[in-house]
């Protein structure tokens, strides 16, 4: 199947400074990304919808202006968390959907630990 | 809108004993429906999908899963579990319209003792 990586796998930081985290498709071309965030022994929670070329879609709660989403092309995407703070301590989970599968399966990449001291 | 209702948090089970992981959606549209598998500190992986072809899924892992559209049901089961299996399972739910995202259920965490 089709390869998502993630990077970094785990980035821990001081509080107040920004991380970036990237999402890459490997062998396909993904128009459209998706970022999901991931608390403790919980479900994972859609946070955004990244599209190439275009602004990104964010649900209802998440702060854009915090989680800023750029997918500027068709093979990467990134989310920078700004001015962490504690509370965004999370596993962060980017998927993309191969558009040449047909069988609408996202795939997913490894994940992203973030710690914020 | 679709959403997705695991029921049970935990689920024990006894090695070589039947696996049975529920899952019932809502959807106001035919959905495609998955079960995805995550152990400890990694991501998801895909055990198997339902995309509107037969009802039966056999997946990865000897998993299989049955869409019931009258009971809105993809339960997951497995006829033998094995310590390799505990693990947490997600079941998931989207429909046939570009650019819309997987919903996830809460997650059942499954046990294994020997």
């Known amino acids: 199947g089709a390869v998502v990586s993630q990077h970094p796998s785990r980035v821990i930081c001081k509080s107040g400074t920004s991380v970036k985290i990237e999402c890459r498709s490997l062998?396909?071309?993904?128009?459209?990304m998706f970022w999901y965030r991931q608390f403790p022994k919980q479900s994972l929670m859609l946070m955004a919808t990244?599209?190439?070329?275009?602004?990104?879609?964010?649900e209802q709660g998440v702060e854009k202006d915090k989680f800023l989403i750029n997918h500027a092309s068709l093979t990467l995407s990134t989310l920078t968390v700004t001015s962490a703070h504690p509370e965004d301590s999370s596993f962060y989970i980017c998927s993309a959907r191969d558009p040449s599968g047909g069988a609408l399966e996202q795939f997913f990449g490894p994940g992203t630990r973030l710690t914020v001291l | 809108a679709q959403s997705v209702t695991q029921l049970g948090s935990h689920v024990s089970v006894s090695e070589g004993a039947l696996v049975l992981l529920r899952c019932n959606y809502s959807?106001?549209?035919?959905?495609?429906l998955f079960w995805y598998v995550q152990y400890p500190n990694q991501g998801l992986q895909l055990l198997l999908k339902?995309?509107?072809?037969?009802?039966l899924v056999k997946g990865i892992n000897g998993f299989e899963a049955e869409f019931k559209k009258s009971e809105t049901s993809f339960h997951l089961t497995k006829p033998s579990a094995h310590m390799s299996d505990a693990a947490e399972y997600f079941c998931a739910v989207n429909i046939n319209q570009a650019g819309t995202a997987l919903i996830f259920g809460k997650g059942t965490t499954l046990s294994v003792s020997s």
């Open positions: 339902y995309t509107s072809a037969a009802t």
């Open positions: 062998d396909f071309q993904a128009t459209t």
């Open positions: 990244s599209n190439e070329g275009s602004k990104a879609t964010y």
């Open positions: 959807s106001s549209v035919p959905p495609y």
